[in-house]
């Protein structure tokens, strides 16, 4: 009992003795989490440049690190006299919080083993179309004349209008398509509708940015207007579904200009022209009845069983009256159906029952009613009138769906957990087939036409079977007008309530959520007795505010309970609530204990605690009380199973693991263990009955999980050290898992677990093997077969050699797509040739930081050589001696020998994406006489950076073909003397950036300009030896960069034009051209340069007009002659770069 009084005692005292080298500590813990910050931000930056999206832990761990830093800047740093005890004690108390905090944050970024991943292409993740609509030829032409408009210099708004379900928004995504890179380098899209107010038009905008936004409303606008004018990019701001007007600069924050503009759709031309000023608009016609036939047999096929079937099918295509919505629910409702079918639909398209929808034509309400009515059975049609109570393009989570629909009993004869999600699932799946909802990006969500909704609306309100209301995002107080009603389903948008009033009356209600994300958790207070008139309640979801637990004793027929965000410093009253089902609790920092009371909730089937990093105090009993429980789900919350701690004056023992050997329906698990001995009281039994589990045993400060996704199932973390024998409930986990990750311990491990007599891994696809204290003695890895092994990452292994016994007669991982090898410092090669060669599923190859490691590939004799045809991906960082991807095992080579890195024995057909980063010992990368036949035809983005002896990149032989090649990103090679020989046709070459290569005098020459038909953007920064961009040649009649839109040149001392030579010049495209601490650089070119579409050029932080006669040379003659007329100051300040370090300045 001594120790659980004496050490509160203690650590109370601390806080006023120690609070001199607490503060001291705080300055230093701040300081290392800025280094931390700067090395994540510059490892992003560098993801982002490789065309890498940005995982979302590393996102959020960035913004949570300028928050903390952000904090402690604004904190009151007073400094109370060491005779003010109360002033004293409580500063010190929180500085030891922050100290802990801080901490905590910094150790999380230790494994950042990668910050991002190859994004998805564009038209295949974020414009989802159906089938049909590609064939709308009339909506591609529009989408042509409203991208010449956004061409235009002085157009800076376009708006498109038409009725609902014309097709505007598949034309909003035709032109996406067709503006960006070619037109703009960044498109931001934001739905507006009726529902969103400015606030969340600002949070879709500061999402894209990835840039967190001001609290105040003032402050965001100001924020993205001073972000969108500053960005070096051509932006284009999608608004979509506009109903009434706003100021797009002083509300918003959008600077309509040049160089940012504004593209918006409405169901009005008069909100367009008259209030929101578009300089062009266009409308949106239905489709010719050539076209509605047309896209509507790509849907159900174009061939019949009769001449009359065919008909029949014509007359029904032409009553939806040429609009794509109309044509696509009919066509999918019908597709298969007996004609009888095909009539009565045919009967209700010509005698339409008239709706007054806003904005609904008659004709897309009779095919949405009709595909409605053709839902089979009471289920489908109520989760789809359920997903009309979110707001217009709200995100509908699958996860909601489904707790909502266990909570209010929509789905018949079915009682189980897992059943619901199957169920929902289904039906899900059926709605989007018949376009009554649509795909999300994500496949946990789903999204509703807007004009679905509103007919989805219209028809629950009639019929009555799942009446719903939705408001609130525009008002500032809950209005009398929503304070009663017979609605089954509310959702309300509470980010601009003042306060939640009382006397509600919803007699009928089953579902409310009630979602305030404006920042501050817990905010919104709920009244007691707010739930009073809510008797039916059966499923609540409340998302940032604070209440009392007695304002949900009312609720005795709730049985799905979720709270996000939420404050209280308790939830003891809980036990009342005993036919609760499913409970989900998430990121509510203050709850530190759960009560005894909840073994009082024995029809709990889902139990799920996230996110709550305070709780401690977990009781024994209560989990074994819950013997209907089917999910426990505890993540970053509570790991102290089966130890003692203090709490408010007593000692509690916590819940141990044995409770879940007493839950029979337990299938699906997530939690993490403190100690890895408590593991022994799970069961081989209760670990074999899991369909899902998410074990990690021992997470300590400084381990970061790896970043991955959901897709799997099982997965087991083990940071421990091992008992003499694994046997029982973790033997049958590591024998289950699908993804499995050891941190601690590992050469004992893959000596005891991996080795030949473990009978293998059968469902094994991910593994990390992550030693992060480097205590491996390991030579290698693998003695047994994973034959189902897809993606191996190994981190740490100083003494590792090689990945499987060489000569080994088995091939351990046959399935492997992925492996990344990463600071393993002994390790000389991955594969020996012939293991390589039956890897036939491989298709990404990293390495980094591996000191020792001289080739990729071993082979045996120099004759060996091989294609690999699957690799598309090649990374290499921190390589310092490896000069080739082949290296010869027990052959001396020559070391004045110039090596190139991929030589006529290697051909890599499908590769895409290379990435070499600190290969010092590089000095070509392909072989002088060319490359192997049909090598590297695929090739898209290179990116060279810090090869400090490479002199060439690409072969000088005319045989290269590098037709594909769109990006080539070189930074820091100093010795790099040629980028683009004139041998090689560079036809696809869209980017080109060269940074700090300071043995370049130019990028290439004026023969290779001929053949850069593609490129569109050229950046050139700190290179000390450049003296043009392109190399001097005369050619009687000029050159013509035809797509070069963007020209960006900073600190080239010895730049003295982008052209040297006299001949003619031409940039028909070019629109952006900045040039900064260029002192030397008096003219563009020394012969005639015709710029047309170039207004405005930027010259070191100044702007401006190109000149009408003389054009661009006289713009910079120009400002050279004001920097002459200034005076003495100010001509030192801005032309003297005598005394700069340029490599500073930048």
Not at 19 to 31: A, D, G, M, S, T
Not at 81 to 87: E, I, M, T
Not at 241 to 265: F, R
Not at 561 to 570: A, G
Request: charged letters at 25%; proline letters at 3%; one cysteine or more.
């Amino acid at each position: 009992m001594g120790e659980y009084v004496i050490k509160p005692i203690g650590r109370q005292l601390s806080y006023l003795l120690c609070y001199n080298r607490n503060k001291n500590k705080l300055k230093e813990q701040l300081e290392a989490l800025k280094t931390a910050r700067r090395d994540v931000q510059g490892r992003v930056q560098e993801a982002r440049s490789n065309a890498y999206a940005i995982r979302e832990e590393v996102s959020k761990w960035l913004a949570d690190a300028d928050n903390a830093i952000h904090d402690e800047r604004s904190s009151n740093s007073s400094n109370p006299s060491a005779f003010n005890l109360v002033d004293r004690y409580q500063l010190g108390r929180k500085t030891k919080k922050k100290i802990e905090a801080l901490h905590e944050l910094i150790a999380k970024r230790i494994n950042f083993v990668e910050v991002g991943y190859p994004a998805p292409l564009l038209e295949t993740k974020n414009i989802i179309v159906p089938g049909g609509y590609q064939v709308l030829e009339s909506k591609i032409s529009m989408a042509k004349q409203i991208k010449k408009a956004l061409q235009k210099a002085e157009v800076s708004r376009v708006g498109v209008y038409g009725m609902g379900g014309v097709g505007k928004t598949y034309l909003l995504n035709e032109v996406k398509k067709m503006v960006l890179e070619e037109v703009f380098d960044r498109v931001i899209e934001v739905f507006v509708g009726q529902s969103n107010g400015v606030i969340q038009i600002q949070e879709q905008i500061g999402d894209v940015l990835n840039v967190k936004l001001p609290k105040s409303k003032e402050g965001r606008a100001s924020f993205l207007r001073n972000n969108l004018a500053k960005m070096e990019e051509d932006v284009l701001v999608i608004l979509d579904d506009l109903w009434k007007e706003y100021d797009l600069l002083k509300e918003i924050g959008i600077p309509c200009s040049s160089s940012c503009k504004v593209l918006m759709t409405s169901r009005s031309q008069d909100i367009l022209m008259n209030n929101m000023n578009a300089t062009e608009c266009f409308q949106v016609n239905s489709l010719s009845e050539e076209e509605s036939w047309k896209f509507f047999t790509t849907i159900i096929g174009d061939e019949f069983d009769t001449p009359d079937m065919e008909n029949l099918a014509k007359m029904v295509a032409r009553e939806c009256g040429g609009l794509p919505l109309a044509l696509d629910t009919i066509a999918k409702a019908l597709k298969g159906k007996h004609m009888n079918h095909w009539k009565d639909a045919l009967s209700k398209l010509r005698n339409p029952i008239g709706m007054d929808i806003k904005g609904v034509s008659d004709k897309v309400y009779a095919s949405l009613r009709l595909s409605y009515d053709h839902l089979v059975g009471e289920e489908p049609k109520l989760v789809f009138l359920l997903c009309s109570v979110f707001p217009d393009h709200y995100k509908i989570s699958l996860n909601d769906l489904q707790m909502y629909a266990m909570g209010m009993r929509l789905l018949r004869n079915i009682n189980t957990w897992e059943d619901v999600k199957n169920r929902v699932l289904k039906l899900v799946h059926d709605l989007k087939s018949c376009s009554l909802l649509l795909e999300h990006s994500s496949d946990k969500y789903v999204k509703m036409h807007d004009i679905v909704r509103d007919v989805a609306i219209h028809i629950a309100s009639t019929e009555g079977i799942m009446p719903t209301l939705s408001f609130g995002s525009k008002l500032s107080d809950w209005e009398d007008e929503y304070q009663s009603g017979a609605h089954r389903a509310i959702f309300v948008n509470c980010d601009n309530f003042q306060k939640l009033p009382q006397n509600l009356n919803f007699p009928d209600l089953e579902l409310l959520i009630l979602r305030s994300s404006n920042g501050f958790v817990g905010n919104l207070e709920i009244p007691d007795g707010f739930f009073a008139g809510m008797e039916k309640i059966k499923a609540l979801d409340i998302t940032g505010m604070s209440f009392l637990q007695t304002s949900w004793r009312s609720l005795k027929n709730i049985r799905t309970l979720c709270l996000l965000r939420c404050e209280f410093n308790h939830i003891d009253t809980i036990g009342e609530l005993k036919n609760l089902e499913i409970l989900r609790i998430c990121s509510c920092k203050e709850l530190d204990h759960l009560p005894v009371a909840m073994n009082q909730l024995t029809e709990l089937k889902v139990l799920e605690v996230l996110n709550c990093s305070n709780l401690e105090v977990f009781p024994a009993n209560i989990i074994s009380s819950m013997n209907k429980l089917e999910v426990l789900k505890l993540r970053d919350s509570f790991d102290r199973w089966g130890e003692e701690v203090w709490y408010k004056d007593e000692v509690i023992k916590n819940v141990t693991l044995s409770e879940l050997n007493r839950l029979p329906r337990l299938s699906s698990l997530r939690l993490e263990i403190s100690k890895f001995r408590f593991m022994s009281q799970i069961t081989s039994e209760t670990s074999s009955k899991l369909k899902e589990f998410w074990v990690c045993v021992n997470k300590t400060d400084d381990f970061i999980l790896p970043m991955v996704s959901d897709e799997y199932a099982t997965t087991l973390i083990l940071n421990i050290v091992l008992p003499k024998a694994i046997h029982g409930g973790l033997e049958t986990l590591l024998k289950r898992s699908e993804r499995l990750v050891v941190r601690d311990s590992v050469g004992r491990f893959i000596n005891d677990v991996f080795n030949p007599n473990s009978n293998g891994y059968p469902f094994l696809k991910y593994l990390w093997i992550i030693d992060v204290h480097g205590h491996s003695n390991l030579p290698y890895l693998f003695r047994s077969e994973f034959n189902s092994l897809e993606f191996l990452t190994v981190y740490g292994m100083d003494r590792l050699m090689n990945l499987a016994p060489r000569n080994s007669p088995i091939l351990p991982f046959k399935k492997l797509k992925s492996i990344s090898i990463r600071s393993c410092g002994e390790i000389r090669n991955l594969f020996s040739i012939s293991v390589l060669k039956a890897l036939s599923d491989l298709q990404d190859i990293s390495v980094t930081d591996c000191g020792m490691m001289d080739g990729i590939v071993s082979i045996e004799t120099e004759e060996q050589s091989t294609i690999f045809t699957g690799i598309t991906s090649l990374t290499l960082e921190k390589v310092d001696k490896l000069k080739s991807f082949c290296t010869k095992l027990f052959i001396q080579e020559d070391p004045q020998s110039r090596i190139p890195c991929f030589d006529q024995r290697v051909s890599f057909p499908e590769l895409k994406h290379l990435s070499i980063t600190r290969g010092n010992n590089l000095e070509t990368l392909w072989h002088s006489d060319g490359l192997a036949s049909n090598s590297f035809s695929k090739l898209q983005t290179v990116r060279i950076e810090s090869c400090k002896r490479l002199r060439f990149m690409f072969p000088s032989n005319t045989s290269a073909r590098l037709d594909s090649l769109e990006r080539i990103e070189v930074k820091k090679c100093g010795n790099l003397k040629r980028l683009l020989p004139s041998s090689v046709l560079f036809w696809s070459l869209s980017e080109l950036s060269v940074e700090k290569c300071n043995g370049m005098m130019n990028l290439f020459s004026l023969t290779v300009a001929k053949g850069l038909v593609n490129l569109w953007s050229i950046e050139v920064r700190c290179c000390r030896g450049m003296r043009c961009v392109v190399a001097a040649e005369e050619e009687q009649g000029g050159v013509v960069f035809r797509g070069l839109r963007r020209v960006r040149l900073y600190w080239l001392p010895e730049l003295v034009s982008f052209y040297g030579g006299k001949c003619r010049v031409r940039f028909p495209k070019l629109d952006r051209l900045f040039i900064l601490g260029c002192p030397k650089m008096k003219t563009f070119s020394r012969g005639v340069v015709v710029t047309p579409k170039l207004d405005i050029v930027r010259i070191d932080v100044r702007y401006f007009e190109v000149a009408v006669d003389g054009g661009v040379n006289e713009t910079i003659r120009d400002f050279w002659r004001q920097m002459v007329s200034n005076d003495d100051e100010d001509s030192e300040t801005n032309s003297d770069y005598g005394d700069t370090s340029f490599e500073d300045e930048a």
